[in-house]
């Protein structure tokens, strides 16, 4: 149908002005070749419609209509169109010109050439007459009537006017609706932008009421026609009063066998999928024999109490949300039954742009697991290697004194900011993958830079400057400076080790292993609260080096360097030999020593409640970290964290700045020469030479000596 | 989100970490219902909470019974005494852009800011240095008010116009499809149009004037300023501001439920081109 509409607009719009006549002419002159087909049909319509108004040719638009059906010789016959006759082309008689062309799709089997006749011809006139609404309408209803009557073959005639003043009501109503826009249009039939746009609307309400339901198969536009064809054909008593029954009545007489012997088969959500998986987890627990029960009671005491914790975070207003902190659970414990793990912590949740990350903090039991180990050696060497290659190709030349900075070696696992090893997982449920270790350098750049997670750990980051891995590496530093920054806890809840060798790490004046106080007591929870210095952090501070402990880059880089050239240990020398030491706070400092970030503080505590303060909590909220929170009760603690994983600064980022640019050689010795030797000085040199030559003269300089060696090479 | 449905949708959008305790909870479903009857609202919406240093600004808002009418917003400290604030204006927002950092949580804090003011005696230009001071609870107003144009959001169909202007919940929202559900096409700004009087007609031809009067969030500044994720299996769609980091949306397909709540500093992102 829309086939048919469109070519027949986009002529409207191309010939705007354009008068009937002309028009009239390429209509008559386009049905040429269908005429054979057309004429035959017309003395078939007149005996049916019978004295109909078409039979005075001043009112009926039908008549004329026909004109160029009847005769070939249009032009004259439509030329008696005028417009105050058109003026009165009432939608009534549009449906007089209707009911023909209904007849016209009954009687002729090829429907399509009758009807693309009337469309043409009543847009024709909708074009250049006044009341273009009222006929572009009719036009459009003329269209839907007759693909229906093309489906549903023969109707009764009163059936459909009846049906589209129905309809022509809806449209009415959607043109209300249209207005703020159609307003602007406003000259009825004037600007061509108008019939089109309001077609459009009304195409597209059609369109709506003719989408088919998915259930029933059933579409509104025609289950309207049905039930009005009902009430025609039956013609009850107060038919609005049994609408509903008789629109029920229509569904039942629709009702059918269903008869398809396909079967259909289940689409597979992924909501389905994700519980498949969850599944898993509420499993576990009957899925273990019974003797396994020592093992397990070994396991479960790695497992941590997420659930008492979450609710004490939930006093704290944070929190997952119950079902998901349960799910988190059984997914911890899926892991420490899986892993060798000694101590297990939920850290944490980082939102993502595409998923986020659920994060699990382990300690591994003495067999840690080496293929991390291993592969990280591998390209380790692979780097060595390829510097090595380099530097060989070139022997002549002279070779790039540029030494790319003494990489900082990462920290054993166990120390420093690889103490622990992190798990993640997008959904409860889903794999745990273990973090890579963290090297210095990641966390370097990770501190440069501020870019949002996508939830696909293989994700390259593109950053200024460049960062040396992918998502999961930069996943893991944020980890770490997170970890660094907010892990607290109360005074007193933890203390140095005593039996680890507490004597070598004095010398470098801090210790970096605590264990728990047995001795602890609790504190207050108003002292807590209200004093910050009662927080410390048991989280090693990671130095601006990237590392926890300090690593002198310097002597390292001379043990490993003795065959240098000479002119790169003068340079060395310049710089001074022993670069001072960088030292952070130590371990159990108190959070009262944090920085400020520029007069906000960076922890805000507070009372849980109010109302029943005997039995609050003390909530920490980290203004450095958004998203980090700790809340103790004066005996137990908890960190965790939630949030985009981005430190809060109150100004907006900058890049870091450029790299210095290397300046050039300074222009000295080396690098300028001297004038071209001159006429006068080679005439002098080689009378000087003529002198040299006879034996008695000795006058030479050195300098001459030695040109006159080149000369003779 | 609905103060009715307040438990329903806090569990929804707990996704993203943004909790109510118990005891607030309780008495905002408390004192969020005094508020309507006391300020004869058509509709409550808990609208969330800016994180103070000192303490927390809850935020509500009233609703008349055309929803895109100027909201009535109210404020709280302890969720259960309500103050009005007055509305926004343009002048608002000019005055406190030169704020920035963190609220405190004291409505009568006064910021300082110093602004070098040109004036001239005569010939001679001299520049001064005026110390103008801003009220927290201005600047909390025209957060609030920014916020609330740029990323409130609202799911397709949810809101009809009807035929008399105003516009009014759509009672037989059923949600949005799963296929729908995934695009911000079908997500609109919960504010009076912008966008939508400067674009074509053709642009506006596929448009169903009762349901897209507003604006989409497709054509969002800039581009990537929205995170949409299916969660709980698609089970729940979370939609989540990049532009105002801390406002979070929620719709469960094929329900009704859906809602935003911002808890968050009430600052803007405006590193959000390197972030991406």
């Known amino acids: ?713 | 989100m609905d103060a009715e449905s307040l438990l329903l949708s806090l569990e929804l959008a707990s996704g993203s970490g943004q909790g109510l305790s118990p005891e607030r909870r309780a008495s905002l479903l408390t004192s969020l219902t005094l508020v309507k009857r006391d300020y004869r609202y058509d509709r409550v919406l808990f609208w969330g909470r800016i994180l103070g240093l000192v303490a927390d600004y809850y935020i509500a808002q009233g609703l008349s019974e055309d929803q895109l009418a100027p909201r009535k917003t109210l404020y709280s400290l302890n969720c259960m005494e309500w103050s009005l604030l007055p509305p926004a204006t343009e002048e608002m927002v000019v005055q406190t852009s030169v704020v920035k950092g963190r609220f405190m949580g004291d409505p009568s804090h006064e910021y300082e800011h110093t602004e070098l003011q040109k004036t001239s005696e005569g010939d001679k230009v001299f520049e001064e240095e005026v110390v103008v001071q801003i009220k927290e609870e201005t600047r909390l107003v025209s957060v609030i008010d920014q916020i609330d144009k740029a990323v409130a959001v609202i799911p397709r169909g949810a809101l009809f116009k009807t035929p008399f202007g105003p516009i009014h919940v759509n009672r037989t929202f059923e949600g949005l499809s799963l296929s729908e559900a995934k695009k911000l096409s079908s997500y609109f700004h919960f504010r009076e149009p912008v966008e939508l009087r400067n674009k074509t007609l053709l642009e506006k031809a596929d448009l169903d004037p009762s349901l897209d009067f507003m604006d989409s969030l497709e054509h969002d500044i800039p581009k990537g300023s929205w995170s949409i994720q299916a969660e709980r299996g698609n089970a729940l769609v979370v939609l989540r501001s990049l532009l105002w980091p801390g406002l979070t949306f929620f719709h469960a397909p094929r329900t009704k439920n859906c809602g935003y709540i911002y808890v968050g500093t009430g600052e803007k992102n405006i590193d959000l081109p390197f972030m991406l």
């Open chain 1, 1 to 713: 149908m829309e086939d048919l509409t469109y070519p027949k607009q986009e002529q409207e719009n191309q010939e705007p002005g354009e008068a009937g006549r002309p028009w009239e002419e390429r209509a008559a002159s386009s049905q040429d070749p269908k005429s054979g087909l057309s004429e035959p049909l017309e003395p078939e319509e007149r005996p049916e419609t019978g004295p109909s108004p078409r039979s005075s040719p001043a009112q009926s638009p039908r008549s004329r209509a026909s004109t160029p059906l009847d005769d070939l010789t249009g032009p004259g016959a439509s030329s008696s169109l005028s417009p105050p006759q058109e003026a009165s082309f009432s939608p009534t008689l549009a449906l007089a010109r209707q009911e023909h062309s209904d007849k016209t799709t009954n009687v002729n089997p090829k429907a399509g050439t009758p009807r693309s006749h009337h469309l043409e011809q009543s847009s024709d006139k909708g074009e250049w007459t006044a009341p273009a609404t009222c006929q572009s309408e009719g036009n459009a209803f003329q269209q839907s009537q007759q693909t229906k009557h093309h489906l549903y073959g023969p109707k009764d005639v009163s059936d459909n006017s009846s049906k589209q003043k129905e309809l022509r009501f809806n449209i009415f109503q959607e043109e209300d609706s249209n207005s703020n826009y159609d307003l602007d249009h406003a000259g009825p039939g004037v600007s061509e932008a108008a019939p089109s746009l309001l077609e459009i609307a009304i195409q597209s309400a059609k369109a709506y009421l003719q989408k088919t339901s998915s259930k029933s198969g059933l579409n509104l536009y025609d289950h309207l026609s049905d039930m009005l064809t009902k009430v025609l054909d039956e013609h009850p008593e107060n038919a609005v009063d049994i609408i509903e029954s008789i629109s029920q009545d229509v569904k039942m007489a629709h009702f059918r066998k269903k008869l398809d012997t396909l079967q259909n088969e289940n689409e597979m959500l992924p909501i389905y999928e994700i519980a498949e998986k969850q599944k898993a987890l509420f499993l576990q627990g009957n899925l273990e024999g019974a003797d396994q029960e020592l093992e397990d009671e070994i396991a479960e005491n790695s497992l941590p109490n997420v659930m008492e914790s979450a609710f004490y975070f939930e006093q704290a207003g944070v929190g997952l949300g119950t079902d998901e902190t349960y799910r988190i659970f059984l997914a911890l414990k899926q892991l420490t039954d899986t892993h060798p793990i000694q101590r297990c912590r939920f850290w944490g949740k980082i939102l993502g742009l595409e998923m986020n990350y659920i994060v699990a903090e382990v300690e591994f039991r003495e067999g840690e697991d080496e293929e991390d180990i291993e592969d990280e050696d591998v390209t380790e060497e692979r780097d060595d290697g390829d510097s090595e290659a380099e530097e060989n190709d070139e022997d002549e030349l002279p070779r790039t004194f540029y030494k790319t900075p003494q990489a900082i070696p990462k920290e054993e696992s166990r120390t420093g900011a690889n103490k622990y090893v992190y798990f993640v997982c997008n959904e409860p449920g889903g794999p745990w993958v273990k973090l890579p270790s963290v090297t210095p350098a990641q966390i370097v750049t990770a501190r440069k830079i501020k870019k949002f997670f996508t939830g696909r750990l293989e994700t390259p980051i593109v950053s200024y400057p460049p960062f040396p891995g992918n998502e999961s590496n930069y996943l893991r530093a944020q980890i770490a400076r997170i970890s660094a920054g907010t892990h607290v806890s109360p005074l007193g809840f933890y203390q140095f080790g005593e039996e680890e060798g507490e004597e070598e790490e004095e010398v470098e004046g801090r210790r970096d292993s605590f264990e728990e106080n047995p001795d602890f007591e609790g504190i207050q929870v108003i002292d807590l609260v209200e004093s910050l210095s009662n927080w410390v952090h048991h989280v090693q501070h990671i130095l601006s080096q990237g590392r926890c402990n300090w690593f002198n880059p310097i002597q390292k880089s001379e043990e490993e360097e003795e065959e240098e050239d000479e002119e790169k240990e003068e340079e060395k020398g310049e710089e001074p030999d022993y670069m001072e030491q960088e030292v952070g706070p130590p371990l159990l400092t108190p959070i009262s020593e944090d920085l400020e970030i520029q007069n906000i503080p960076p922890w805000t505590t507070r009372l849980s409640s109010n109302l029943v303060p005997q039995y609050a909590i003390a909530v920490l909220r980290s203004n450095l970290w958004p998203g980090a929170y700790a809340f103790s009760n004066g005996k137990k603690f908890e960190n965790v964290y939630i949030g985009w994983g981005h430190k809060y600064s109150p100004d907006n980022y900058t890049p870091p700045a450029l790299p210095p640019v290397y300046q050039e050689y300074p222009s000295g010795a080396e690098i300028t020469e001297m004038d071209d030797p001159s006429v006068e000085e080679e005439q002098a040199f080689e009378a000087s030479r003529e002198a040299a030559a006879l034996p008695v003269e000795e006058m030479e300089d050195t300098e001459e000596d030695e040109d006159e060696e080149d000369d003779e090479d």
